[in-house]
């Protein structure tokens, strides 16, 4: 039978599980938004797009969020970005309440 200690244990693990899985989807979201700003085409955005939209849980801390929004803004701002992109890349981050309609 579990005592307390072995079910806090059980507990800190999932809490740490969870805690690094967050960090290794920052790094993984930080690093596409880096590499897409740095070459920008349609197949990309396509790309960038399908990416957040298959993270389940996008982590909320506040660099990330900017790193999004200043990814967003730049792709809104390119006129080499197909309107189409875009606009699925803004539902997408309205959606997940990453940006504001």
């Given at each position: 039978?579990?005592?307390?200690?072995?079910?806090f244990l059980i507990f800190i693990i999932i809490v740490i599980i969870f805690i690094i899985s967050q960090?290794?989807?920052?790094?993984?979201?930080?690093?596409?938004?880096?590499?897409?700003?740095?070459?920008?085409?349609?197949?990309?955005?396509?790309?960038?797009?399908?990416?957040?939209?298959?993270?389940?849980?996008?982590?909320?801390?506040?660099?990330?969020?900017?790193?999004?929004?200043?990814?967003?803004?730049?792709?809104?701002?390119?006129?080499?970005?197909?309107?189409?992109?875009?606009?699925?890349?803004?539902?997408?981050?309205?959606?997940?309440?990453?940006?504001?309609?």
């Open positions: 039978m579990l005592d307390f200690t072995h079910i960090l290794v989807i920052s790094a993984i979201i930080v690093g596409a938004t880096r590499k897409l700003i740095a070459n920008i085409s349609n197949e990309k955005v396509k790309k960038y797009t399908n990416l957040l939209n298959g993270i389940i849980r996008i982590p909320k801390f506040p660099i990330i969020l900017d790193t999004i929004q200043a990814g967003y803004d730049i792709i809104s701002k390119n006129k080499n970005i197909s309107r189409e992109y875009k606009k699925e890349l803004k539902n997408l981050l309205i959606k997940r309440n990453i940006i504001k309609n």
